[in-house]
């Protein structure tokens, strides 16, 4: 069965680049479906009457949609990151 | 009541004596197994048989060549895949909506039961043994498996081991066993119904016929291997088999006598996991000793299907194949250390809880140097998106989504709040569906033209992927928020708060069931009337010095006349074709 050939280098971009985007749908819907549309004490998960709020490091943000979102894309976006330039690095070296 | 058991037991003997006496009249079954030459147990050799296969249903009855049993390991795991899925399925129409609509929470539970028992032990693990039986033998060049009849004694105990397990709705008047698949004490002991005997029994017969088959695989590998076939030039499904076999000779033996306990607990007074006198925990020590070694038994060969097929489609040889080797035994020997992982919440001592906690991240380690062979193989690589090789991307797609949200259920504090939620539900589906099912649609697909002589519909096997794809994601992506949000596992209803969610799991579900229904119709119809390969290599194998023995056997049955049969001898101008 012939097929044309694809870079793999193209697939494996789309596959990081897909991965980071569902990351980021993700964390969007979750902040919807836990937090509530505007963060507020609206989802049916939220304990208390105030916006909820999270930290990673010295960073604190309040736990709404968005934040969530883009959350998902930065940390997936920085894991994956780093797995694909060990990857990169590790083919330049075995296939020079 | 005695009388009529008795009765009933002298009909049944009576019954198998008679179905032995015609199939021995029938066939001298003999005549045509690979033994037959050295007169098998009887030391004499049969003067009439005939060394041809026999004609019609008795060939497949009486076979033990291990092609013919590789292909009956799967029509059955395909008959249990449609078992499964249609259970999950009418699971899914419930949860559609919060209420209770379409099914009594009895038989939710009840189907619960057996889509969990049935995907697992008699869908996934006789699945790999399809490919195993059917390609193990010619990837090493070895003439059959090493116990050819004990290879079919093995598959013909799951076939009763599925009546046993599926009983509760095959007899009229029984209740269905409402267990889960994990069978947790008391639960277990105190619900009535004899279904759940019958599902212990058929799930002992399930382990031995595992257990039988590991046996052989690993006599096979070790002892049957060509002789230019060496430990280094050892294929990685084979690898990965043979690790596989090493985890079932531990694992479901242990099983086995933890099914004998729980069933002496429930007819015999026995008191091993009773709470007053025993200690349910008990249960779940020995249920997850094999429980989570069962998760590498399924994952390790697809893993090894992946690690076969994936560089075949990007032109070049897998990248760091010692690594892929090494960390499949790694995985392994790491698979018996992480058993408590699934019980943080039972009260066990902290100091345990700890390091099982370590061993079960450890555990990512080897996983993650696969998925970095995997796609630096990719990298630099020519890719052909055949449908075989769109479901190994899938698989590795999949299996980072499963395996990263199974790093923080390793995590003790985040599974206290996650434990017993559909994030659970949702990270493991994404492994034995997205990852492991997968895996097994590519190996269909692979070699689907050497064991048929015939192509599968391309436009028909590339809707299967994209509709797997997305409805795989949907589902278990949607169970993911579900269990964010707190949702339980194992409910047929629920606050309406969740409904949205389940609704769209409840949609990807169907978008997997149509996935299946074009894999089935592909594979049947193809099979009957898809167009003949021309060539022993129909994927340009040998262009990148990939051609394995499997395919050089294919070449040799194409050009080479023989007769359709083991143990005969090549007949003039018979050709295979």
């Known amino acids: ?96 | 009541m005695a009388s009529s058991s008795l009765v009933l037991t002298v009909l049944m003997g009576v019954l198998l004596v008679a179905v032995a006496a015609s199939l021995a009249r029938l066939e001298d079954w003999r005549s045509y197994t690979p033994l037959s030459d050295v007169g098998g147990a009887l030391g004499e050799r049969t003067e009439h048989g005939h060394e041809e296969k026999p004609g019609g249903l008795v060939r497949w009855f009486t076979t033990v060549d291990h092609k013919d049993i590789g292909i009956l390991y799967g029509v059955y795991g395909a008959i249990a895949f449609v078992w499964g899925g249609l259970a999950v399925l009418l699971m899914r129409i419930e949860l559609a909506a919060p209420a209770t609509n379409v099914i009594g929470p009895s038989l939710y539970n009840g189907l619960m039961t057996s889509h969990g028992i049935t995907m697992l032990f008699l869908f996934g693990t006789p699945m790999i043994a399809a490919f195993g039986n059917y390609f193990i033998p010619l990837l090493i060049g070895a003439d059959d498996m090493a116990f050819p009849r004990i290879n079919a004694i093995a598959f013909w105990l799951l076939p009763p081991g599925a009546l046993l397990v599926w009983s509760g709705f095959l007899l009229p008047g029984v209740a269905t066993a409402q267990t889960s698949w994990t069978m947790y004490t008391p639960l277990s002991i105190q619900m009535s119904s004899p279904a759940i005997d019958m599902m212990l029994l058929g799930l002992h017969l399930t382990g031995v016929s595992a257990t039988m088959g590991a046996v052989n695989f690993i006599a096979t590998i070790f002892t049957e291997r060509g002789d230019d076939v060496g430990w280094p030039s050892l294929d990685i499904f084979s690898w990965t088999m043979l690790t596989q076999s090493g985890l079932i000779l531990f694992a479901f033996p242990l099983l086995g006598s933890a099914l004998v306990m729980l069933l002496l607990d429930r007819n015999f007074g026995t008191t091993f996991f009773t709470v007053a006198g025993g200690d349910p925990i008990l249960w779940q020590h020995l249920f997850w000793f094999f429980g989570h070694p069962e998760v590498y038994i399924l994952v390790l060969p697809p893993m090894g299907l992946v690690s076969l097929i994936l560089p075949k489609f990007s032109g070049r040889k897998l990248f760091g194949f010692k690594f892929v080797v090494y960390s499949t035994l790694a995985i392994g020997v790491l698979s018996f250390g992480v058993w408590a992982h699934h019980m943080f919440t039972t009260g066990i001592d902290p100091r345990l809880r700890a390091s099982f906690m370590a061993v079960s991240l450890a555990i990512a380690i080897p996983s993650a140097v696969k998925v970095f062979n995997w796609i630096t193989t990719m990298w630099n690589g020519k890719l052909r998106l055949t449908a075989p090789m769109l479901f190994c991307i899938g698989f590795v797609q999949n299996f980072i989504i499963g395996g990263v949200t199974g790093i923080f259920l390793a995590a003790i504090p985040v599974d206290l709040i996650l434990h017993d939620t559909y994030y659970v539900v949702g990270h493991f589906h994404f492994i034995v569906y997205g990852a492991i099912g997968f895996a097994l649609f590519a190996g269909t697909y692979y070699w689907f033209p050497m064991v048929t002589g015939r192509m599968y519909q391309k436009r028909f096997a590339h809707a299967h992927f994209w509709l797997g794809l997305v409805g795989s994601n949907l589902t278990f992506l949607a169970m993911l928020w579900l269990g964010y949000g707190g949702m339980p596992r194992r409910y047929a209803t629920y606050l309406p708060q969740f409904a949205t969610a389940h609704q769209i799991a409840t949609a990807g579900a169907f978008l997997i069931a149509i996935s299946t229904l074009l894999w089935v119709w592909n594979m049947v119809v193809s099979w009957k009337e898809g167009a003949k390969v021309d060539t022993a290599d129909p994927w340009d194998l040998e262009e990148t010095g990939q051609l394995t023995n499997d395919w050089e056997w294919y070449e040799q049955q194409r050009d080479t006349p023989v007769p359709a049969t083991d143990g005969g001898e090549p007949d003039d101008g018979q050709s295979a074709d």
Do not use: C, H, K
């Not at chain 1, 963060?39 to 709020?53: D, K, M, R, W």
């Open chain 1, 1 to 96: 069965m012939s097929e044309p050939d694809t870079r793999g280098r193209r697939v494996v971009l789309w596959m990081y680049a897909s991965a980071v985007a569902v990351s980021g749908l993700f964390g969007y819907v979750l902040g919807i479906i836990v937090y509530g549309d505007g963060g507020g004490p609206a989802g049916p998960l939220v304990e208390g009457s105030g916006a909820a709020y999270g930290s990673v490091g010295p960073v604190t943000f309040q736990l709404n949609p968005v934040n969530l979102g883009l959350f998902g894309v930065v940390s997936v976006g920085t894991l994956l990151g780093v797995g694909l330039l060990a990857i990169v690095y590790a083919s330049e070296r075995a296939d020079a």
